[in-house]
């Protein structure tokens, strides 16, 4: 058996393939010599083209280029939000946030939570995924001036489900309380208009450039021009003395290239994804009648966006998703079963968790994401190989499972 | 692949051997310790991350499988509980027998795979009626067969181990770093994995709860007071605490901790002396001798690391007992007779059978009989001479 390169991929919410106009304008940008920070000419050449870049990726998501903070990832991006918040609005202690976060988000605030005394507040959600918002309602009217900041995802990352961002900002708001909005998983799959979320009372809101195509190693806050966070990174004082450091103007123009692509035709390819991704969900169901279909049920045919249009979230009951992650994996197709951590063991989804799901359902999942790059092709393989895969996953059943016999 | 240099090598051997090979390293804990120092032989993410490294150099896929539910009920809860039975436990065997050989392999043939290969020390032989044996590895030194004696013909079935005709480790160590392993240095693993300070009592003592109980002699007498039964183990001398000595002034021993009275039984070295060995649960490594119930010649290895010793065993079958305490249903059980008494024999442990190198197979042992009688001129307590030490 050899890794295979001509894979169907199928994670594009884990990392979306480079455009290849990215990678061109990565590798000439980093022969260009110049610290953007130098006042000779070559200095403010560089600053010149990380200008423009901030100010292409300012574009993608209709903020005013100073309020775009470049970061090394968009963990840092979500870091310098909920931290940088969390100390500028000291003496408050409460943070309020949905259940079901990424890890960047769930770690920083239990890591607030445990050595800076805040605490944290989990708003429920619905078997769908959306945030309960008469829960929030009530958590922010228990004692709204202790509430430092509210954060939640713009989609969830593992199950697609789109958040009603400008209802949550709308009741925090009220209270003069900073929303922060991890855009990461939303950020080229659904519009973002920083302008108009800011009216409604956003604050910040995190990106990253690899979900669209662009490089890893850099992310951005959405940072309003009104609001104040406390630093992580302190020095030179470059962005706004919020982020300092020397810019990456190679990373930023690459980041730039696969903004501006991404926003020429987001419409349009939304459209394409949910028709394939609808094929997936078809396929999939007629497949494996018991394969549950988590998340909002939102279709092509539907009107109505509820969720990430490449994102397509499944259980298997009776098999262990990383089963079928290894199973699909050997006859080339890659997906995901959500989240892994860092010795790379797949955890049960901490995301069907709190919709309310089991522990079991919870190791069953499988997430299949689209993207730009993908072709009917790729769900095809992915149907293919299914069938096969899912009847011995099954056979291989739950690790947690009584043994059986092996003959 | 643990992450160490032996199933990293063993790998590469089975690829080149023509077989497909995929990487599998065992995640056995949800909160794995990160970056502890040294090789503790699983459950680190530097573990992990070598015997990635190690599949990426060899060319094979590698994944992370799951099995912490498992492992805690299986081996860690097993582990707590034999102690706590006072019984001595060898979790490196229970995790051969349910996790590596049972879980693992289960899964795998589910999805596709014939075979587990891991880096141990040992061969597998098969008859010329292709029934396949295990046998010791050829490097005496090294060899692993003693932890793989769970191992039934199924197991073996499924079961591949390349190392087996290694004369040395140093050549395993030095064919790693032929290979470029990372790992062809680091160092072996010795201590029980899910203990990574190697602080087995402190660990226990912070799972189960001691509680005050009597130290007795032979005979039933007390001579002191201990703060918990599981801090002890059959064969310790240290850390008894008795304040009155022998009266023949030599030092004493644990003989037998009992759990279900809390007691420690302490007595003269000799009298760890052991000359009967048995255990009702036990399986064969291939295929059973043609009649268990007769006695046959045999060698008997109670510790992985101790020498074989000539013995002989047989399958005896013991009658239902109803008026015992707990009543007794009809069983058999493994019985074995060491030419010279052993020592250092412990309820828990496992005793491997062999014939030559050959693994026959194994129980793990449930009752002993001490080679020494008690003086029976002051029987005050509830041993009875020459009694057999049931632990239950």
């Known amino acids: 058996m050899s890794v295979h390169f001509d894979h169907a991929y199928l994670d594009h919410a884990a990392t979306a393939p480079m455009l290849p106009a990215a990678i061109t304008a990565y590798a000439e ?46 963990t840092e991006s979500v870091n310098l939000a909920i931290k940088g918040l969390y100390w500028a609005r000291a003496p408050r202690t409460r943070i309020l946030v949905p259940g079901g976060e990424h890890h960047a988000t769930v770690d920083t605030v239990e890591w607030l939570a445990q050595q800076e005394g805040a605490t944290v507040q989990w708003i429920p959600l619905d078997t769908l995924g959306r945030i ?181 979230h499944f259980t298997f009951p009776g098999c262990e998703g990383d089963s079928l992650l ?68 099954i056979g291989a059943g739950m690790a947690d499972s009584a043994p059986r016999a092996y003959t | 692949m643990s992450g160490g240099v032996d199933s990293a090598v063993a790998a590469a051997r089975a690829v080149e051997a023509g077989h497909e090979v995929v990487g599998v390293h065992l ?75 049972a879980a693992l392999l289960e899964k795998a043939l589910a999805l596709g795979f014939d075979a587990v290969c891991t880096g141990h020390y040992a061969s597998i032989v098969t008859d010329a009626d292709g029934n396949r044996e295990l046998h010791r590895a050829s490097a005496w030194a090294k060899d692993q067969s003693y932890v793989l004696g769970v191992l039934t013909k199924e197991q073996l079935a499924h079961s591949m181990f390349p190392l087996g005709d290694t004369p040395s480790k140093a050549e395993v160590r030095a064919e790693a770093a032929e290979r470029g392993f990372s790992v062809a240095n680091k160092p072996d693993s010795y201590d029980i994995c899910f203990i990574p300070d190697g602080d087995t009592r402190g660990w226990l003592g912070e799972r189960v709860a001691p509680e005050t109980g009597d130290i007795l002699d032979r005979e039933g007498n007390k001579l002191g007071q201990h703060e918990g039964a599981v801090a002890f183990t059959v064969g310790q001398r240290k850390g008894l605490s008795i304040g009155t000595p022998a009266a023949d002034g030599k030092p004493r021993f644990v003989l037998e901790v009992r759990p279900v009275s809390n007691t420690v039984v302490v007595g003269p070295k000799e009298a760890l002396a052991i000359k009967e060995i048995a255990g009702t649960k036990y399986t064969w490594a291939g295929l059973p001798p043609e009649h268990p119930e007769i006695e046959f010649a045999c060698d008997v290895q109670i510790r992985a690391h101790a020498d074989p010793e000539p013995a002989v065993a047989q399958v005896i079958s013991v009658p239902a007992d109803p008026s015992a305490t707990p009543p007794v249903e009809a069983h058999t059980e493994l019985r074995i007779l060491p030419t010279e008494p052993l020592t250092g024999v412990a309820p828990g442990q496992t005793a491997v059978v062999y014939v030559g190198t050959r693994v026959l197979g194994q129980c793990t042992i449930d009752r002993t009989v001490s080679a020494v009688p008690v003086k029976s001129d002051n029987v005050a307590g509830p041993v009875p001479a020459d009694s057999a030490t049931i632990n239950a």
């Open chain 1, 29 to 74: 940008a980093m022969a260009v010599v110049g610290n953007p920070a130098s006042i000779h000419s070559q200095g403010q050449n560089a600053k010149r083209m990380l200008e423009e870049a901030r100010e292409r990726v300012a574009a993608s998501v209709h903020s005013d280029p100073i309020e775009i903070v470049f970061t090394g990832s968009g």
């Open chain 1, 132 to 312: 309960d918002l008469a829960a929030l309602a009530a958590a922010i009217a228990e004692d709204p001036e202790d509430v430092a900041l509210v954060t939640l995802l713009a989609a969830n990352n593992e199950v697609g489900t789109l958040q009603p961002v400008e209802d949550v900002a709308a009741l925090a708001a009220a209270h003069g309380i900073p929303v922060h909005v991890d855009a990461i998983s939303a950020y080229g799959h659904v519009p973002i208009d920083f302008a108009a979320l800011h009216a409604t009372g956003v604050s910040a809101l995190s990106v990253s450039a690899h979900k669209i195509g662009g490089p890893v190693g850099i992310g951005a806050l959405v940072l309003s021009r009104t609001i104040t966070v406390v630093p992580l990174i302190h020095g030179g004082g470059q962005q706004r003395q919020v982020r300092s450091g020397t810019q990456d103007v190679a990373a930023a123009v690459s980041f730039a290239v696969a903004a501006t692509a991404m926003t020429a035709d987001l419409d349009a390819e939304n459209r394409r994804l949910r028709v394939l991704r609808d094929s997936v969900i078809a396929g999939v169901r007629a497949a494996v009648p018991s394969a549950v279909y988590n998340g909002d049920p939102d279709s092509a045919d539907s009107g109505t966006a509820g969720r990430l249009p490449g994102n397509a």
């Open chain 1, 326 to 393: 290894f199973l699909l994996d050997v006859a080339g197709v890659s997906v995901s079963t959500g989240s892994a951590c860092q010795a790379g063991i797949p955890e049960p989804s901490h995301v069907l968790r709190a919709m309310g799901r089991s522990e079991a359902e919870a190791r069953s999942a499988l997430r299949i994401t689209l993207g730009r790059t993908s072709t009917q092709a790729d769900v095809d393989a992915l149907l293919a190989a299914l069938p096969v895969a899912w009847a011995q996953a």
């Open chain 2, 27 to 101: 995640a056995l804990s949800r909160m794995p310790g990160t970056l502890r120092t040294g090789s503790r032989g699983c459950c680190t993410v530097e573990d992990s991350m070598d015997a990635q490294r190690a599949a990426n150099i060899i060319g094979i896929p590698y994944y992370v499988w799951d099995f912490s539910e498992r492992f805690k009920l299986d081996v860690v809860d097993d582990f707590i509980a034999e102690y706590a039975a006072g019984r001595t436990p060898n979790p490196c065997m229970r995790c051969n027998e349910k996790i590596k050989f």
